[in-house]
Structures are given as C-alpha cells and as structure tokens.
C-alpha cells in the first residue's frame, strides 16, 4: 500500500505540471499593469485592447473560414474513404496511404505541399490552407469513421439490398445513419485540428492572410504583452467548453445508439478511448 | 429462373466495382494530388541544385547529401534526436505511473482524470508553450517566487519542458488503454503465488503492456522530433533542431533542396523507430 502511495507523487505531479501554467496565464490576462510578468491588480483592459485588436479579429475569422471549409472537404472525403476502404477492398498499401497524412510530420507536409503549390504556381492564400487542412483532417475522419465501420455488422445492409433497395438507398437509409455518430466526431475533431493547426498553415498561406494562431505566433516573437493572455483565456474557455460539450454529447450519442438495433455493443466503446487506441494500432501498423 | 439466379452475381459485382470507384476515387485523387505528388517532390529535390534566387535547377547533384554529412548539420539532427528522447524518457517515467493509477480509478473519476489529462491538450498549442515564458522567464513566476534571478529560458532543458507540456497527454493516452486492458486477475495470481509487488510489475503488467509504451513513446517522440516552433519560442537562438534548419532552408535561405534533403533525414529516422517499434512489439 505504502509503495501505491509513492505513486501518487508522478501522479499529482502530472496535473499540476499540466494544469499551474494556464493558471498562471489566465489570472496574468486580468492584469492591470503593462507587464505580462508582475501582477498589479485587476482590471478587464487587456480584454477591451483584445476586442479592438483588428489583427486578432481578422484572424479570427480566416481561422474560422478554413476550419470550416477544410471540415466539409476532410468530412466528406474522408466519411467516403472510410467506407470505401472497409467494404471495396483489400489494400493495405491503400490502407496506410489513407492514414499517412495523419502520422507524417508536420513539417513534411507542409514543405512538400509549398513545393507543390510552387510547382503548379497556384497563389497562397487562405484557399491554399484550406486544401492542406483538408488533407490532414480527411485522414482522422477515415480513422474516426472506420472504428465505427469495423466491427458493425453487414447484415442490415444485406437485408436492404435482399429487400429490393438499391445502392444509394441503401448507402443513405443504413449505412449512413449507422454511422451517423462516427462522421459527427470525426467532423468536430476536423474542426478543432483545424482551429489549433500553426505549422502547415504557417508554411502554405503566403503573405497576404494570417490565421489565429499565426498571429498568436508574431505576438509572442514581438514580445510579451498581457493582451495574449487574454486571448489565451478566451480561446481556454472557448476549448474548455467544446471538449466537456462533446464528452456529454458522445455519452448521450452512446446512450441512444446502445438502443439501436444491429449496432454491437463491442462496437461503443468511449468514443475517444475507442479513437485513441485505434489510431495509435494504426500508426503502429505502419 | 436460372438466368436470374445467374444474372445476379454478376452485376452485384459490377455494382461493387462501381461502388468501389465512387467510394475510393474522391479520396484518392486528394490523396494522389496533395500527399504522393508533393512527397515526390520532396524526394526527387534531394538530387537537384538550389536555384541562385530560391526554387530548383533540375541538374543532377549529390551535394545535398554531402552538405547533410557534414558534422555541423549531422550535428543537429543528432541533437534533435538526443532533445526528442529525452523528452519521451521523461513522459514515460512520469505517464506510466499516472496512467496505472488513472486505470485503477472508480468509473466516474477515470473520466474525469482522463478528460483533465487531454482538456490541456486542447487549447492552442502556441499558448501552451508561451505559458512557459510567463513562468520561466527573468522577472517570472518562479523567479520571483524563489526570490531568484536565475536563466531559466533559452537552454535544452527548457526546450525539453515544452515538449513534455505539449506531448505529454499522447503518452498517457495509449498507456492508460494498455494497462486498462490488462485482466486484473493477473496480477491476483502473481500476488498469490507470492510474487511481491515489483515483481508482478516486472513480470507481469509491463511486458503486457509493452505495445502501449511503444506507442506512447513514438506519439511522443515523432511530434519532438520534428518540432520547430517550441525550440524557436523557448530555445532561444543557441539550440536548434532539424526542425529549425529545414524552416530556415524553406523560409529564409531559400535552399529548397537541401530543406527537402533534412526532411528526408527526419523521415528516415522516423521510418526507423517504426522497425523498431514492430520488432519490439511483435517479440512482446
């Protein structure tokens, strides 16, 4: 028992070391003084210069415009290759292709997709972005979607297709809002990658546009002001409220899908445990 | 009858290799044009000379590969690796006994352990390194806690606590779904038969667990490895890693090919890691 205590130490550990610096960031954002550093008091101005901030405004929307944007390409293309792969074929290599963008570095893509929008001379912009967030997101839709692929048994679909429907009907009536909750947390993690993405974006958008976080980035090599941690407070909440938003949100969708029909209990586990583990099996593979 | 028991199959086959194509095309036209063609490109500039202003002559050359044999830039690859590894020593030494006691927890509270060990890991991962500048820097939190002046910013070792921050939670991920999946019964029978605790450790949980840690350890090391923005922010000018000479080479220098001849490198020892990992894996 004695040595289960001593465990407890990297354990309390862990949550401090994770937890000390937000906290620090966020009672820095309510600073009254000029520095980032030694707090003065309480004052709410580093959230007024924040809303003035046009750069951060601006910012904030091309964010939002590629997160949206680079959802429905990765959303669509992804929830498609996901079924494409579990029901039409064999491939492996297809297989490790499709998780590829996901496990690759970075950096390696971000070099390889400036090399070839230099190439094809395409003009970066936010549509640049776009195009590459796409790509990586697609391959964590195909990841998401397929745990929810594998494991669901065909029989409905068979039964569908024995009862006269044909393809697309059957796509749209069975398979579709089967996977219904797959391609929604696919989605949502989409976004958020997207949200949060600095290192392809810095690379492919040119000159002209900037997201979030590459203005977060500037921010801090021009040095430290109290208005980041303003910034940083919002945007914690902001995430803060999303992540314990979609916790619930997967219990309620569990919930109701261990009442549907044909759906294996094996197949619902925690959605995020469920994600995890498999992508990491994924990576391992590779 | 039989032409319709016969017709069938037939054209539920066609009907599969039409269902095939519109499934998979989409996607792998995308994956075709944006990740096989600019990976191609990536490889085939490794061979090529730099342009005099940025972009690539297509004349054969080895003097990449030689420039990346020099122990300058070797040099930074192997402190790249070095950063890396230590950084997921670390993350193991600290995720494995937080995951063990995560898993040992009562249902509701696994949750919640679990969501506060990935909520942090949510957030902008641009703040997440710059808290670090309000807590290490000269007139920061621990300085003036500590009543020190001490250079807490800009050295290896700072470079090494932004990595942990961020990556951390991908180490305690996988190794919490490994000992999850453990049968407690296991280590009952150990105990029984008499074995102490640190023994049912050794023998028992972590060889179960081996594939986990494998996993936690390159979800941790690939995104270190590559990093350019934590060595930028808390790393100062002093330290760089391949992530910064390959960001310079695309940015600033404007040498294109011997940028792609670092990534190259990068891939390499990743592709690497991955053998080894199967290797281990496979004899766990």
């Known amino acids: 028992m004695r040595r289960a205590r001593l465990l407890y130490v990297p354990f309390w550990g862990t949550y401090v070391f994770l937890y000390l610096p937000i906290a620090v960031l966020v009672v820095m954002s309510f600073n009254s003084g000029e520095s980032a550093y030694t707090y003065e008091g309480f004052s709410l101005k580093w959230y007024g210069e924040l809303a003035r901030d046009e750069r951060v405004l601006d910012g904030l929307v091309n964010t939002l415009i590629v997160a949206a944007g680079s959802t429905v390409i990765a959303t669509v293309l992804g929830t498609l290759l996901a079924v494409g792969l579990a029901r039409h074929t064999r491939s492996r290599t297809l297989d490790a292709i499709a998780l590829m963008p996901a496990v690759l570095p970075d950096l390696v893509l971000a070099i390889g997709l400036l090399l070839f929008y230099g190439v094809i001379q395409l003009t970066l912009g936010l549509y640049s972005v776009v195009l590459a967030h796409g790509l990586f997101s697609m391959a964590f839709v195909a990841a998401v979607v397929r745990t929810r692929l594998t494991g669901s048994d065909t029989s409905l679909e068979e039964a569908s297709r024995d009862l006269g429907a044909g393809p697309v009907q059957t796509f749209l009536r069975i398979t579709l809002p089967q996977l219904m909750p797959g391609i929604v947390a696919g989605a949502l993690l989409a976004f958020t990658l997207s949200l949060d993405e600095f290192v392809i974006a810095f690379f492919t958008i040119g000159n002209t546009e900037q997201t979030l976080p590459i203005v977060i980035y500037s921010m801090i090599r021009f040095g430290v002001t109290p208005e980041i941690n303003a910034l940083a407070a919002i945007l914690l909440l902001v995430s803060f409220t999303a992540v314990i938003a979609g916790q619930r949100l997967t219990k309620i969708g569990e919930r109701e899908s261990n009442r549907t029909p044909g759906a294996p209990r094996e197949a619902i586990k925690v959605q995020g445990e469920a994600d995890s583990t498999d992508v990491g099996e994924k990576r391992a593979e590779n | ?284």
């Open chain 2, 1 to 284: 009858m039989k032409s319709e028991v016969k017709a069938r199959p037939v054209s539920r086959s066609r009907g599969r290799r039409l269902g095939a194509f519109v499934f998979l095309s989409p996607g792998v036209v995308y994956l075709t044009v944006l990740l096989l063609v600019p990976l191609a490109l990536v490889l085939s500039n490794t061979v090529f000379r730099r342009g005099r202003f940025g972009g690539v002559v297509y004349e054969f050359t080895v003097e990449n590969f030689e420039r990346l044999a020099d122990p300058l830039y070797l040099g930074v690859v192997a402190n790249s690796v070095k950063i890396a590894a230590i950084t997921t020593l670390i993350a193991l030494l600290i995720g494995y006994p937080t995951a063990y006691l995560i898993a040992q927890l009562p249902g509701k509270w696994k949750t919640v352990a679990l969501v506060a060990i990935v909520l942090p890991f949510w957030t902008n991962f641009i703040i997440r390194v710059y808290a670090w500048i309000i807590l290490l820097s000269g007139p920061g939190l621990i300085n003036s806690v500590l009543g020190t002046k001490l250079e807490l910013l800009y050295n290896q070792g700072t470079i090494v606590t932004g990595l942990l921050y961020s990556y951390l939670p991908l180490m305690v991920l996988p190794l919490y779904a490994a000992i999850e999946r453990l049968d407690p019964q296991l280590r009952e029978a150990s105990a029984n038969l008499g074995a102490s605790a640190f023994t049912t450790f050794r023998k028992v949980t972590l060889p179960l667990t081996v594939p986990g840690v494998m996993t936690g350890c390159l979800f941790v090391f690939v995104p270190s490895f590559g990093n350019f923005v934590i060595p930028e922010i808390l790393g100062g000018s002093k330290s760089i890693m391949v992530g910064n000479l390959i960001r310079d080479q695309f940015l600033k220098a404007r040498d294109w090919p011997f940028g792609s001849t670092l990534a190259l490198a990068i891939i390499a020892v990743l592709v690497l890691l991955l053998l080894v990992q199967a290797w281990v894996t496979r004899r766990a």
